[in-house]
């Protein structure tokens, strides 16, 4: 499998080996090539990469130790431009992981939740004040998937519990919880039942077992509106929320003042970037919304969605972030897909 990346990269968040912005999709380097790709997520200046077999690679800016590099492998500096492991992180296997802004967040197999990066606001628990390593949010367990909004973060337990922390200023925990600044970990107990969680920058959005999509936080751009119908799968931008019904049709709301909201039809797969949005049908992938650093393809705001040329091969994996798109490939065989023609070469 080989991963594509396009978009912002002024720290070289891309892990394409250089700090160039991209707007044709480029070979990432620094993961092994027999290693199967589950997840790619973007934060404010990083990116992270889980593996089906559980291990986690980073890419970008460590000034907050975001990226890790800054305290576990000093003799790096503070930015890798292509992925890497730092040592710590193989001492354990993960099954999730998440950027906020300036934090990572990562769910061990075995259900707990550790946490590097920016600390100001709760991102890591109240009582953590500054990045100090790799350190485990009290009061989580039985953990399976995490989100991060801009400060603020969402964990989802194996009986579909949802849990919060951090920065609630804007209420994006939950109106039990209300607009607090610094928040330790407590369960949203008005979520219900959840089987799905995703964080926009100052809002959360949950997807209960039986398709209900339920909203919290910042109301500034309509996130909070209801969708009326059941969803199967959702994703959130920073101020833009989408979701895909059971007769697989893409619907969003929020934030449409760079054409991020389009409704489409025989979507299989999708997700929101910060201000645009990446969706699959059949073996063609869609961009369309802000599109300042690339990350759409092109060089200018999508106002349609838009089809990606890319490699020959299957298309298996979309990952998105702040400005940035991933696009996981299997090459067909005999097909050359990492070719210069893709932008595959180290700068």
């Known amino acids: 499998m080989l991963l594509y990346g396009f978009g912002s990269n002024g720290s070289g968040q891309l892990g394409v080996g250089h700090e160039e912005d991209m707007s044709k999709p480029t070979l990432?380097?620094?993961?092994?090539a027999n290693e199967h790709i589950v997840k790619v997520v973007g934060g404010g200046n990083h990116s992270a990469v889980l593996t089906k077999s559980g291990r986690v690679f980073l890419a970008g800016s460590g000034q907050w130790g975001e990226a890790k590099q800054k305290t576990m492998e000093r003799s790096h500096g503070e930015q890798w431009t292509t992925f890497h492991e730092p040592v710590l992180l193989q001492n354990d296997t993960w099954r999730d992981v998440a950027c906020g802004w300036a934090f990572t967040l990562?769910?061990?197999?075995?259900?707990?939740v550790y946490g590097f990066g920016s600390a100001r606001f709760g991102e890591l628990g109240p009582e953590v004040l500054a990045d100090t390593g790799l350190v485990e949010v009290q009061g989580l367990?039985?953990?399976?998937?995490?989100?991060?909004?801009?400060r603020h973060c969402v964990a989802l337990d194996r009986k579909g519990h949802v849990f919060g922390w951090g920065w609630a200023r804007h209420g994006q925990l939950g109106q039990r919880i209300g607009k607090q600044v610094k928040v330790a970990v407590q369960q949203l107990e008005e979520a219900g039942i959840c089987s799905e969680i995703a964080c926009g920058h100052l809002h959360t959005v949950l997807r209960r077992t039986d398709g209900t999509v339920?909203?919290?936080?910042?109301?500034?751009?309509?996130?909070?509106?209801?969708?009326?119908?059941?969803?199967?799968?959702?994703?959130?931008?920073?101020?833009?929320?989408?979701?895909?019904t059971s007769d697989n049709k893409?619907?969003?709301?929020?934030?449409?003042?760079?054409?991020?909201?389009?409704?489409?039809e025989n979507v299989s797969a999708f997700i929101c970037g910060s201000e645009h949005t990446l969706a699959q049908q059949d073996n063609t992938v869609l961009a369309w919304g802000w599109n300042e650093h690339g990350n759409c393809g092109m060089g200018q705001d999508s106002t349609e969605p838009s089809p990606i040329t890319l490699p020959q091969g299957r298309i298996v994996l979309l990952g998105a972030g702040c400005a940035t798109s991933w696009i996981g490939i299997e090459p067909f065989e005999g097909s050359n897909s990492s070719n210069p023609e893709f932008g595959s070469e180290s700068r």
Not at 254 to 259: L, V
């Open 28 to 32: 990432c380097i620094g993961i092994p």
């Open 106 to 112: 990562l769910v061990s197999q075995s259900g707990r």
């Open 141 to 150: 367990q039985g953990i399976v998937a995490v989100a991060c909004g801009w």
């Open 214 to 244: 339920l909203v919290f936080g910042s109301n500034k751009h309509g996130q909070l509106d209801d969708p009326k119908v059941p969803a199967t799968h959702l994703s959130a931008g920073w101020h833009h929320n989408a979701i895909l």
């Open 250 to 264: 893409l619907i969003g709301w929020g934030r449409n003042d760079h054409y991020q909201l389009h409704e489409l």
